[in-house]
């Protein structure tokens, strides 16, 4: 089969490998579409790779091409999002349903071959199923989606409440819609870019915030009453926005980090103070797991997609590149500000 093959920082090769088999347990998925995650591009425009030669993907849709044996929730032609991560399931976390915390895990894409080729193999567990008003793009945005989800729960999340989401990119507007799927009285998108509050305010929010505005605390302020928010989900993993979620918070809010940060952060004593004074509680999310494995964050994605109540929006994709092109894929990265949006590779051109 073909497949995008990492062999060195800034290689990626188009180049043909072993297609693989579908042992006891596990099932052969035909790959459609496979986004590229953030976490990839350094490990291919990077130094992140765990080994090479080796084959990256992860957020995925395909269709069963061949099941092994002992495999009972899956036949031949179902339509399929993969489930990257392979928890230990003997470690103490693992025991108590927290995979996403398993310190002996496997992942699908990094440390074990994944779904930048025509072909992938993986355990029947590993994949959700989903129907046919679900289009394989959206297939491709389960992972994301899930992620979204996940960090949403991490906090005690109850409807009836103010939400502030700092970030505009797919998992924040993901995280939106979830929030606004399970109640929230009044939510309100924090960004830079115009067209991310605009599609913030297409999918469903109340108030769409460019922080670059002199007056957007005064704005915020208001939208609650003088009160602050109820939860707050920082989704860029953005300095800026990090300490932000101290001033936006109401006493006794939450707060969740779902943005993965890539610089040092330091608070001055009253920013600190924030925390004290107001008592709020803050809470980091990593993954998208639960027990029963792969979890409830990977079925109402499905269920949600399929009623349509989580909304998908062309904008999400800035191009659907074919397998043979994926080098320049990597390559877009290199420019800053360039991509907006997700690439999705195609494994069937």
């Not at 927290?98 to 440390?111: D, M, P, Q, V």
Request: hydrophobic share 40%; charged share 25%.
């Amino acid at each position: 089969m073909k497949a995008g093959v990492v062999h060195a920082k800034n290689d990626i090769r188009y180049e043909e490998i072993d297609k693989p088999m579908a042992g006891p347990g596990q099932v052969l998925v035909k790959v459609k579409y496979t986004g590229i995650c953030g976490s990839d591009i350094p490990r291919v425009n990077g130094d992140a790779c765990h080994f090479f030669p080796n084959v990256l993907g992860h957020e995925f849709s395909g269709t069963v091409e061949e099941i092994g044996e002992g495999v009972t929730t899956l036949k031949p032609g179902d339509r399929v999002a993969g489930v990257p991560l392979v928890p230990c399931m003997k470690c103490e976390d693992c025991q108590k349903g927290n995979y996403s915390l398993c310190k002996h895990y496997s992942f699908i894409g990094s440390r074990q071959f994944g779904s930048f080729a025509e072909y992938v193999a993986m355990p029947e567990k590993n994949l959700v199923k989903f129907d046919d008003e679900v289009s394989f793009e959206q297939g491709a945005f389960f992972e994301p989606a899930t992620v979204a989800l996940h960090g949403l729960l991490r906090c005690d999340y109850q409807g009836g409440k103010t939400v502030a989401i700092l970030g505009g990119g797919t998992v924040g507007m993901l995280t939106m819609q979830w929030a606004k799927i399970f109640g929230a009285a009044k939510i309100a998108v924090f960004d830079i870019v115009k067209e991310r509050l605009d599609l913030a305010a297409r999918l469903g929010a109340d108030a769409g915030i460019n922080t670059l505005d002199g007056d957007f605390m005064d704005r915020a302020m208001e939208f609650t009453g003088g009160r602050g928010f109820d939860y707050i989900y920082e989704t860029a993993g953005n300095t800026i926005t990090m300490k932000l979620a101290y001033k936006l918070a109401a006493n006794k809010a939450d707060i969740c980090f779902i943005g993965t940060p890539t610089k040092e952060i330091s608070f001055t004593v009253p920013e600190w103070e924030n925390m004290n004074r107001k008592e709020f509680r803050l809470t980091g999310s990593w993954m998208s797991y639960s027990a029963p494995f792969p979890g409830k964050e990977w079925e109402l994605t499905a269920y949600y997609f399929k009623t349509g109540q989580l909304k998908f929006d062309d904008s999400f994709i800035y191009k659907k590149i074919p397998l043979s092109r994926i080098a320049d894929a990597f390559e877009m990265f290199k420019t800053p500000g360039l991509v907006k949006g997700k690439i999705l590779i195609d494994s069937e051109c």
